[in-house]
C-alpha cells in the first residue's frame, strides 16, 4: 500500500486565502490557564453563587469594567449606551437595553422563559456577532484536537465518535477527496462537541456556557467500554468498536433523561447536596488515574498492555513501575516528553505575557498538534515504531439518525445506569458552577432547573446520533468564551459550525499525528485536577475536619483500588448518609434567664444565664419542624432532662432532675409539617400522663394553625400557649394567677 501524503488546501484550491478553522485546544475542560481562570468548582467558594450580583462585586471572576464591553469585538452604538447604563447601574443587564422584547402575552412571556432562544433569537443584533464570532473560532480551535483526545484516550473510542448515513458520507468524502486528494479518509462528525451544543444554545440560560465532552466524564465512559468489551457475551472480537458505538449511546441517553427528568422535578438544588470533601476526593483519584492511563501511550507500552492485561488501576500501576524503564519505546517516550515540555512552556510563556490579550488567545495545543504531525510526515515518524492517528474510517449501518432505544442499544441500558447518574451528577456540578460564575461576572440570572433540563435535552439530541459521548458545560471553555466576546449562544452555533466543517474537511491532516502527543494534551489536566489538593488537605488538618478528611481519602482509595463507579458510589452514600444524620437531629438547647433581667439566653453561650426555677426546663427549637427531625424528638428532650447540652455518653448517671414543667420557645419555628404535629401530639400526650405541665411561647401563626388542625392546642388547653417565657414563668410562679 503506498504511504499516504499529507495534502493542503492551498495546494489544491484556487484561492490561497481559503478561511481554516484551524483547532487551538485548550487544555482539558477543568485546567489551569494561563489568564487566571478558576479551573475547577471545588476551589472553597459557595456552589450557589448569586445569580444576581452587583456587576461591581460580581464573584468569581474580575470586576466588571466599562471598558470590558467596548472592546473592538463590540460594535458602538446601543451596546454602548446599554455598557454606559451597566457601568453606572451595577444591577443592570448588560443585554437588557440591546434586546428589550416587544409586550407580549403572559403565555408568550411563559416561553420565552422557559425556551430562552424565542427572546435572544428574535432580538439579536448585528452589534453581538462580533464577539460571538470570534469566542465560537477561539473556543472550536480548542476543541477539536481536545475532543479527538478525550475519545481516543480516555474513552477509548474512535477519535470521531458517531455515524454518518452512506448518502451524506459518500457525498462529503467525494468533496473532501477533490479538495485534498486520494489520502483523504472518508470524514465524520465530532458530534459530541457540535449536536449537544445546538440543542442547548435554543434551551439554556447560560449565554455563556459551551458544552461538550469533558475528561472526566469521557474517564467513566473509556472504563465502562472497556470492561463491557471483557465481559459481554454478545461482543464480536471483530467489531469491538459497534460496541463501544453501543456503549456510548447508552450512556448518553440515560445521562439526558436523568438530567431532563431532575429539572423537570426542580431538584435542582443537588449541587450545594453533595460533600466538596467527596468531590475533592473524586477528582484527585481520577487525576492519578488519567496520568496512569497516559503513561502506557506515552511511553509506548501499548503492545505489552495488550499482551498482559493489566484491568485495575493498581494493576496497571504494577505494570508500570515493572516496565517503564525497561521496556519502554524510548523514541516514542522522548516526542511525549517534548510535546508535555513545549505545552507547559507555552502555557508559561502565555501567563507571563498575559497583559497582552492577543496572547491569551494563542491555541498552544494546536501549536503543538501541527508541529507534530508536519514532523512526523516529514521524518516518517511511524516507520520508527511511533504510533500514529492514521486513517479515521467510517462504521456506517446506513443511518446518521437512529432512535437511542434501538433494540441493538438495549442489552447495554442495564449495565450502563450506575455510570449515567455518575455522569448526570458529576456533570450538572461543573456545569452549574460556570453557568454561575458567568452569570454573576455579565450581571444575568440563570436556573438550575432551566439548565438541567437544557443539559438533559442536549445529551438526547446527542443520542439520537450513535457513539456521541456525554457532553457537559466546562468551567474553563465557559470562561474563554466569555472572554473571547461571547453575549449569547451564538456563539455557541458558530462553534458546532466550525467543528462540523473543520472534521469534514481538515481532520485528514491529522493523519501522521502521535498518539503519544495526544497523552500528552490529555496530561495536561492531571497537573490543575491536583493543583488544589494539597491546599484541602492543609485546610482540612488546620479546621480538624476529621470526617471531611475521611470522607476525601475513602472516595480516593475506593476509586483508585476498585473504579471510580465504586469510589463515587460508595462516597456519595457515606455523604448522604451524613447529611440525613445532621438533618434529623433537631438543633435545641437550655434556656437560662439572664440575673436582674427579663431575658432569656441559652445556657452554654451566655455565662451569666441562669435556671432559676427548679423543675423548669425551658428549652428552644431552632429550626423548622418536619418528619426528618422530630423524628428523635423524644430521645432528644430525654437527654436534654437528664443530662443537659453538654456531650454525654448514654451509660453516664444523670446529672439533672427530671423535669415537672416544660416550657418550649418556638420563635424559630417558621412551618411544621403534619408528621411533626402527629410526633408533638404524642409527646405532649405522654408527658400529660406524666404529669408533666407543657407550655408554648412565641408561637407563630403557621405552627399554631397546624396545632389546632392536629388537636394540640384542644390537647394542653387556650392557657397553655403564652407570647413570651416570661409570661409563662410568671404564671407558674403564681404572679398571674388563672
Not at 489568564?35 to 464573584?59: A, E, F, K, M, V
Not at 449569547?488 to 481532520?507: D, R
Not at 436582674?596 to 427548679?614: K, V
Request: charged share 15%; hydrophobic share 45%.
Amino acid at each position: 500500500m503506498s504511504r499516504p501524503q499529507l495534502s493542503f488546501p492551498w495546494s489544491h484550491l484556487s484561492s490561497p486565502h481559503t478561511p481554516s478553522p484551524t483547532p487551538s485546544p485548550s487544555p482539558p475542560d477543568i485546567l489551569t490557564m494561563s489568564s487566571g481562570i478558576d479551573p475547577h468548582p471545588l476551589r472553597r467558594q459557595p456552589l450557589n453563587i448569586p445569580s444576581t450580583p452587583s456587576l461591581l462585586d460580581s464573584h468569581p471572576g474580575t470586576p466588571w469594567r466599562e471598558d470590558d464591553e467596548n472592546a473592538p469585538l463590540l460594535r458602538p452604538g446601543d451596546v454602548e449606551r446599554a455598557t454606559y447604563s451597566s457601568a453606572r447601574d451595577p444591577g443592570h443587564d448588560i443585554e437588557s437595553d440591546i434586546m428589550k422584547p416587544s409586550r407580549t402575552s403572559s403565555t408568550w412571556a411563559k416561553a420565552q422563559y422557559y425556551v430562552p432562544s424565542l427572546h435572544w433569537v428574535p432580538n439579536y443584533t448585528l452589534s453581538l456577532f462580533g464577539g460571538d464570532l470570534t469566542a465560537g473560532l477561539t473556543v472550536a480551535a480548542m476543541l477539536i484536537p481536545q475532543s479527538v483526545s478525550y475519545a481516543t484516550s480516555l474513552a477509548k473510542m474512535s477519535p470521531v465518535t458517531g455515524l454518518v448515513s452512506r448518502w451524506f458520507t459518500s457525498r462529503i468524502s467525494a468533496i473532501a477527496r477533490s479538495l485534498f486528494g486520494p489520502s483523504a479518509t472518508d470524514p465524520a462528525t465530532q458530534f459530541s462537541a457540535s449536536i449537544p451544543p445546538i440543542a442547548y444554545a435554543l434551551l439554556g440560560s447560560s449565554r455563556q456556557l459551551n458544552v461538550a465532552p469533558e475528561a472526566a466524564l469521557s474517564l467513566l465512559v473509556g472504563q465502562t467500554v472497556t470492561a463491557t468489551l471483557r465481559s459481554d457475551p454478545h461482543t464480536s472480537p471483530s467489531n469491538p468498536e459497534a460496541v463501544a458505538l453501543a456503549v456510548a449511546t447508552a450512556i448518553t441517553v440515560q445521562v439526558g433523561l436523568i438530567s431532563f427528568v431532575l429539572g423537570f422535578f426542580r431538584l435542582g438544588f443537588i449541587d450545594v447536596v453533595l460533600s466538596r470533601a467527596l468531590l475533592r476526593g473524586f477528582v484527585t483519584a481520577v487525576a492519578c488515574i488519567i496520568l496512569i492511563e497516559q503513561l502506557i501511550p506515552m511511553l509506548g507500552l501499548v503492545k505489552l498492555e495488550h499482551e498482559l492485561k493489566p484491568q485495575t488501576t493498581l494493576e496497571k500501576i504494577f505494570f508500570l513501575v515493572e516496565y517503564g524503564f525497561t521496556q519502554s519505546h524510548r523514541p516514542t517516550a522522548f516526542i511525549s516528553a517534548c510535546a508535555l515540555v513545549s505545552l507547559v512552556m507555552l502555557r508559561m510563556l502565555k501567563a507571563t505575557l498575559r497583559q497582552y490579550k492577543w496572547v491569551t488567545r494563542i491555541p498552544e495545543v494546536l501549536i503543538v498538534v501541527i508541529i507534530s504531525t508536519i514532523l512526523s510526515d516529514e521524518f516518517r515518524w511511524d516507520d520508527d515504531g511511533i504510533a500514529i492517528l492514521g486513517e479515521v474510517p467510517i462504521r456506517t449501518g446506513g443511518h446518521f439518525i437512529r432512535f437511542p432505544f434501538h433494540h441493538h442499544h438495549l442489552p447495554y441500558l442495564k449495565q450502563t445506569t450506575s455510570t449515567a447518574v455518575l455522569i448526570s451528577i458529576i456533570g450538572f456540578l461543573d456545569s452549574i458552577v460556570a453557568a454561575k460564575q458567568n452569570a454573576a461576572r455579565y450581571s444575568y440570572s440563570i436556573s438550575p432547573n432551566r439548565e438541567l433540563v437544557a443539559l438533559g435535552a442536549a445529551n438526547l439530541a446527542g443520542a439520537f446520533v450513535p457513539g456521541t459521548l456525554p457532553a457537559y458545560g466546562s468551567i474553563t471553555r465557559s470562561r474563554i468564551n466569555g472572554e473571547a466576546g461571547a453575549r449569547t449562544q451564538m456563539a455557541s452555533l458558530v462553534c458546532s459550525a466550525i467543528i462540523l466543517i473543520a472534521t469534514f474537511f481538515f481532520l485528514p491532516w491529522l493523519y501522521y499525528l502521535p498518539k503519544c502527543v495526544l497523552g500528552s494534551i490529555v496530561c495536561l489536566v492531571v497537573y490543575s485536577l491536583l493543583a488544589e489538593t494539597p491546599e484541602d488537605v492543609i485546610f482540612y488538618w488546620k479546621m480538624r475536619a476529621w470526617v471531611d478528611m475521611t470522607l476525601m481519602s475513602l472516595t480516593f482509595i475506593l476509586t483508585i483500588v476498585w473504579s471510580v463507579q465504586v469510589g463515587v458510589t460508595v462516597s456519595l452514600i457515606i455523604s448522604l448518609l451524613l447529611v440525613v444524620r445532621r438533618s434529623s437531629r433537631t438543633r435545641m438547647t437550655i434556656l437560662g434567664r439572664i440575673p436582674g433581667t427579663d431575658n432569656w439566653e441559652p445556657i452554654d453561650e451566655s455565662p451569666g444565664a441562669e435556671e432559676d426555677a427548679p423543675g423548669v426546663l425551658i428549652v428552644r427549637i431552632r429550626e423548622n419542624l418536619d418528619f426528618a427531625n422530630t423524628a428523635q424528638l423524644k430521645e432528644r428532650l430525654r437527654r436534654l432532662e437528664l443530662y443537659g447540652v453538654h456531650p454525654s455518653h448514654p451509660s453516664d448517671m444523670p446529672r439533672r432532675q427530671q423535669a415537672s414543667v416544660l416550657i418550649f420557645h418556638m420563635a424559630d419555628v417558621e412551618t411544621c409539617d403534619a408528621s411533626a404535629v402527629q410526633i408533638f401530639y404524642e409527646l405532649f400526650e405522654s408527658y400529660r400522663g406524666r404529669d408533666v405541665g407543657v407550655f408554648i411561647t412565641h408561637l407563630r401563626t403557621e405552627p399554631r394553625t397546624m396545632f389546632e388542625r392536629g388537636g394540640i392546642v384542644k390537647l394542653l388547653g387556650a392557657d397553655a400557649f403564652y407570647e413570651d417565657v416570661g409570661k409563662a414563668m410568671r404564671r407558674l410562679t403564681g404572679e398571674i394567677q388563672g
